[in-house]
C-alpha cells in the first residue's frame, strides 16, 4: 500500500441547515457547504509548506476519501444560535496551520479560531503571514447544524 500523497491545495467552505434530525441536519449542512458527498477523513491541523489556496471545490467524485478539518455544531432548541468556525495561518517560508471551534455566536467563534492560530504560531516561532477564517451561523429552527471545513487535495 503507498502513502497518500502530500496535499497541494486546500479550500474553505461553511455552511448550515435544518434537517428531521441533528443528524439529517449535518448532513444538510455539508450539503450547503458543497461537500455533503464526500467522505470526509477528520485530520489533525497542518498546512503542507506551499499549499494553494483555491476560491472554490474543484471536482471530486461522489464518495471519495478526502481529507478536511471541521468544526461542527448542533443544536435543537429554537432560536438558538450555533456557528462553527476554522482559522487557517499561513506562515512566510514555513508550513501552516489550522484551527476549529463552534461557540453559540460568529464574533465569539471567529475571534477565538484567531486567537488559536496566533498562539499555534507564536508557540512556534513562526511568523504569521496570511490569516483567513471561514464560519456558518445558524438559528435553530428544530435541528439545526452549523459546518466549517477547511478541505485538503492534490493535483
Known amino acids: 500500500m503507498?502513502?497518500?500523497p502530500t496535499p497541494n491545495v486546500l479550500w474553505?467552505?461553511?455552511?448550515s441547515a435544518e434537517g428531521a434530525t441533528e443528524l439529517n441536519a449535518f448532513d444538510n449542512a455539508l450539503l450547503a457547504?458543497?461537500?455533503?458527498?464526500?467522505?470526509?477523513i477528520k485530520v489533525s491541523s497542518i498546512v503542507p509548506p506551499g499549499a494553494q489556496m483555491l476560491e472554490r471545490l474543484p471536482a471530486i467524485g461522489p464518495g471519495?476519501?478526502?481529507?478536511?478539518?471541521?468544526?461542527?455544531?448542533?443544536?435543537?432548541?429554537?432560536?438558538?444560535?450555533?456557528?462553527?468556525a476554522v482559522g487557517i495561518g499561513i506562515g512566510?517560508?514555513?508550513?501552516?496551520?489550522?484551527?476549529?471551534?463552534?461557540?453559540?455566536?460568529?464574533?465569539?467563534?471567529?475571534?477565538v479560531v484567531t486567537?488559536?492560530?496566533e498562539e499555534g504560531f507564536a508557540r512556534r516561532g513562526l511568523p504569521l503571514e496570511r490569516l483567513i477564517v471561514c464560519a456558518a451561523e445558524h438559528r435553530v429552527e428544530r435541528f439545526g447544524c452549523a459546518v466549517a471545513a477547511v478541505v485538503?487535495?492534490?493535483r
Open 2 to 4: 503507498s502513502a497518500w
Open 12 to 15: 474553505t467552505t461553511s455552511g
Open 33 to 40: 457547504a458543497g461537500i455533503g458527498n464526500l467522505n470526509l
Open 64 to 84: 471519495s476519501l478526502v481529507p478536511a478539518v471541521y468544526a461542527q455544531i448542533r443544536g435543537d432548541t429554537a432560536g438558538e444560535r450555533i456557528c462553527a
Open 92 to 111: 512566510k517560508d514555513s508550513h501552516g496551520m489550522i484551527f476549529e471551534h463552534s461557540a453559540t455566536t460568529r464574533v465569539v467563534a471567529e475571534s
Open 115 to 117: 486567537g488559536m492560530v
Open 152 to 154: 485538503l487535495w492534490w
